[in-house]
């Protein structure tokens, strides 16, 4: 059901007076009110300007348009900007609820003290009024002269687009990529900023699908990003390298150590955001895709499916001991049986793990003990810290690594 207020205009006003008697402010205020033709005016008033400027504006406002709701809000203190700031944004959110729209919405500080001009503006932006308007004019004493009015209307999208644009830069700086495209998609973006913001949303798609290890989706958002669009953003030359250099190692079908790495990275990810057993886990798949790699490297077979026959007469004992057959006549193999065999055909990758197993299992157990594995216990960030360290530097993987250089997601550095 249609809120019968969301097509309706709404006006909110400052009024004040200085040391006159209210009849000048009340024709400027006439005048706006006029040009803006609003269906209701809010008008936001201490008790002395309200009792002198309402005197001479009230009756020109029941003669000129029988139908216009006019409503006033009393503000007990008119100086202290900050006090008004909060009491004007309250006032108007509480409109909104009613369900009258933003893009509807005027505030005028033609009138008022500096305090009240500066903090209708302040919220107006900050909850996203379309329109600031303000009359001008031939100046007395300060004041507008009778005749002379002229309304300058200031649309505020641009002021908010870049804030919302700002704002989505630094949820995309800190990963929340979901958050970034949910956020500018349903935003009403200025034309002025209207490519910046279409070119960080599929930045935050690309992301997006690539942190849920999406590749080949990842890559297709990639090809459609316009080089020119990522200057601005301070990109330039950077996803190339990403495109060139790494995700084309990772759209291929076959495991790599790619893939290894983006496990590992990803990790990193996942604690930067306090998700320390999520982190683990994908510490502890990087590491049994490691083996995957080297197995199929080695044998030619999967450690899922291992083929007897492929491996040399001095390992079939130990493969039959280690890997006996399932009730389907398959033989698998687990992580540390992995490795085991590896270290048994001399595989670097292999001995590097059995060298150091009683370091290695502890840190595996830290995952199998937390509440994402088998047990209740949650990842501490010290913990995470061990386990990714101690991995990374004994395989040379990762940011440990030399495959990787530029594998780290980049910032956006944006000046709009």
Known sequence: ???????????????????????????????????????????????????????????????????????????????????????????????????????????????????MSAAIVSSAILNKIDT??????????????????????????????????????????????????????????????????????????????????????????IKNINEDSLKELKLSGKLKKLRDNILHHLIQGELNLYKVDDLLFNAGRRAAEGKFDDAVARIYRAVEMLGQIEFQKEFNCTTSKIIIENFEEYLVDSIKKLCPENERGERQSGLFQTFKILSFASNRYGKLFMDNFSEIRKLMDSRNFSILAHGINPVSEKTFSKFYSFITETFELADKGNRNPNFSFPKIELEI
């Open 1 to 115: 059901m249609v809120n019968e207020n969301s097509n309706k205009k709404l006006m909110f006003i400052t009024v004040g007076v200085g040391g006159t008697n209210g009849e000048d402010i009340a024709h400027a205020l006439f005048y706006t009110i006029k040009h803006c033709n609003p269906d209701v005016v809010v008008f936001l008033a201490s008790n002395e300007s309200w009792d002198k400027v309402s005197f001479h504006l009230l009756p020109n406002l029941e003669n000129w348009r029988k139908n216009l709701v006019v409503e006033k809000k009393i503000i007990g203190e008119i100086d202290d900007f900050e006090f008004l700031h909060n009491e004007f944004s309250r006032i108007i959110r509480s409109y909104f609820k009613k369900g009258y729209q933003k893009e509807n919405s005027i505030a005028d500080y033609t009138s008022g003290t500096k305090a």
């Open 132 to 221: 600031l308007t303000y009359v001008t004019g031939k100046r007395e004493k300060g004041r507008v002269v009778s005749g002379t009015e002229r309304q300058y209307p200031l649309s505020t999208s641009s002021i908010i687009s870049k804030q919302t644009i700002e704002e989505a830069v630094k949820y995309f700086n800190k990963g929340m990529f979901s958050t970034v495209i949910q956020m500018l998609s349903s935003s009403l973006i200025h034309p002025e900023h209207k490519i910046t913001s279409e070119t960080i949303i599929k930045l935050g798609k690309f992301f997006d699908y690539w942190d849920k290890f999406d590749f080949k989706q990842a890559f297709e958002i």
